[in-house]
């Protein structure tokens, strides 16, 4: 059974940064997506930032410049950095791997 674990939330100051992790525990044999979702209280979830494989790495305007998606196929894991953080990045942030989701970690931007 596969499980996805993600790291890395927390409280942060306006301007500041986070790292966020995702590792699958569990095999699986094909990963078409790595993405992280986010879902502000009161709002729908949205995309955050994706890797589709074949196809390439998408942000939401709201991030671009400023949140960078990576992966480590070998360890079936992905990785959120967010810089320049604002008030409005403030949500549950939630990774999905293949079909697979996590659980979600709070990010919250506030001073």
């Known amino acids: 059974q596969v499980q996805l674990v993600e790291s890395g939330g927390g409280l942060v100051q306006p301007g500041g940064s986070l790292r966020l992790s995702c590792a699958a525990s569990g095999i699986i044999f094909s990963i078409n997506e790595m993405g992280w979702y986010r879902q502000a209280p009161g709002k729908e979830r949205e995309l955050v930032a994706r890797?589709?494989?074949?196809?390439?790495?998408t942000y939401a305007d709201s991030v671009k410049g400023r949140f960078t998606i990576s992966r480590d196929n070998a360890k079936n894991a992905v990785y959120l950095q967010m810089n320049s953080l604002k008030p409005e990045d403030t949500a549950v942030y939630y990774c999905k791997i293949d079909i697979y989701w996590g659980k979600g970690t709070l990010v919250t931007v506030s001073s």
């Open positions: 890797i589709i494989s074949g196809v390439g790495t």
